[in-house]
């Protein structure tokens, strides 16, 4: 066994340990490490700037620049951000030992389900060291012990955290090793981590495209994924002109880079000729490269100023995570529907519509983990959804869908309650 091998079956080993003491934890000594967390980032400032600059320096010698190195970034406000978060998670209902759905059998048992922790995740991300204290705040609260794999551009500063992290519980009385960061940039480790069953129950990847492929197809253990943020946004026949295009414009240049930003406008025929140039206008004014099927380019190309191209078959698949859009002139309902559920990549899609049947059939119809009436896709987020924080967003159907919070950090046991009843 070389060294490699003998730490990461020490850390799991550990996690698996400590998952059995944060699976009983008291709801009081969870939240105590949780405020006591806040309470350190606020006071440990200097030493996340000092770790910090590490990083950065690194990673601008790398030549790294533009958004990966502003997600690099611990700044006063990103941390004031995850310390407020951790308060939030402190005072939300404790979803661990809750039992829903008790119901009286003929037999005089009583049968339910309660909701459990999954036991350890192991979470791999890039980039951000915020979602090191993110993941780590909701493995606290939800029961669950954690391995965390951070990117190796951001090294010192989660290295900096976690201690932060496992002081915090060393002060509940919980278990230090309850939330464990690799420290090790060894790619190696991944493998490891991935494939060890024994000591992880599900993998959670949080980066690009290529690294959750990776995960998913050497995975020995079960992965909560997505893949692609291509959102669609799909103006109807039946619509509030000015409502759409705030809610277009919104969806996709409040932000080009999360994976909830829209990226595919579908119109229909009847709005095409009115809607069309006036989202065009503003999209062009900002600065919006527009991909249109052919009658989006004759109700687009006298538009002076407007970056307006021919989409290809590739466009109606792409998540850009930049200033480009693809846009489709479909003529129902039922091609809208079938376009996303082809294309989309079951992520989140909006309809823009005044018709209620309309939107009934949307939220029925397409198959996405969010599906939205008349607002921007930019809502597909756990802290947006009430979920206080989130893990990440799933687009599996197993066993969580959507922004994943503190339940879907858990699973569901069934109990059965008795007097001492015997099946006859």
């Keep these: 066994m070389n060294a490699l091998t003998q730490y990461m079956d020490g850390v799991g080993s550990a996690a698996r340990s400590a998952a059995a003491l944060m699976a009983a934890a008291p709801t009081a000594a969870k939240n105590q490490a949780l405020l006591s967390l806040a309470r350190r980032l606020r006071a440990s400032g200097s030493a996340l700037k000092a770790a910090n600059a590490k990083d950065l320096a690194a990673a601008k010698a790398a030549g790294l620049k533009g958004p990966l190195l502003d997600r690099l970034k611990l700044t006063p406000d990103v941390i004031a951000t995850v310390a407020e978060g951790c308060e939030q998670i402190a005072a939300m209902p404790d979803p661990v030992g809750e ?3 008790l119901k009286r059998r003929p037999s005089g048992i009583s049968v339910g389900q309660m909701r459990v922790p999954l036991g350890v995740f192991g979470m791999i991300y890039e980039s951000r060291p915020n979602v090191t204290i993110e993941a780590a705040s909701l493995a606290i609260k939800s ?51 991935i494939t060890r069953p ?15 492929e990776r995960i998913s197809a050497e995975a020995k253990v079960p992965v909560i994924k997505h893949l692609d943020g291509n959102c669609h946004t799909y103006v109807d026949a039946e619509v509030d002109f000015g409502l759409a295009l705030t809610v277009v414009i919104n ?20 709005s095409a000729p009115d809607f069309l140039p006036h989202i065009g206008a503003v999209l062009a004014e900002k600065g919006v490269e527009m991909r249109g099927c052919a009658r989006t380019l004759a109700l687009l190309g006298p538009l002076p100023g407007a970056k307006v191209t ?17 846009i489709k002139v479909v003529d129902s309902l039922n091609e809208a529907i079938a376009h996303i559920n082809r294309y989309g990549s079951h992520h989140t899609d909006a309809i823009l519509t005044t018709n209620h049947a309309h939107a009934m059939r949307f939220l029925r119809e397409v198959d996405s983990a969010s599906v939205m009436v008349n607002t921007s896709t930019r809502f597909a987020d756990g802290f947006e959804y009430g979920l206080g924080a989130e893990i990440g967003i799933s687009t599996d159907k197993l066993h969580a869908r959507g922004p994943v919070g503190l339940e879907g950090l858990t699973s569901l046991k069934w109990v059965v309650l008795g007097q001492g009843e015997v099946r006859t």
């Design 198 to 212: 024994e000591h992880v129950d599900v993998i959670i990847p949080r980066g690009g495209k290529s690294l959750i």
């Design 99 to 101: 039992i829903s759905g």
């Design 251 to 270: 969806a996709k240049t409040q932000k080009y880079s999360p994976c909830n930003a829209t990226e595919s406008l579908l119109v229909h025929a009847e």
């Design 310 to 326: 021919a989409a290809t078959e590739a466009d109606w698949s792409e998540e850009y995570l930049a200033p480009i859009i693809s």
């Design 143 to 193: 029961g669950n012990a954690c391995i965390l794999r951070g990117g190796s551009e951001a090294l010192h500063s989660n290295l900096a955290l976690a201690e932060l992290v496992s002081a915090a519980l060393k002060e509940a009385g919980l278990p230090p090793t309850g939330v464990q960061l690799i420290n090790t940039t060894d790619r190696a480790a991944v493998g490891l981590l």
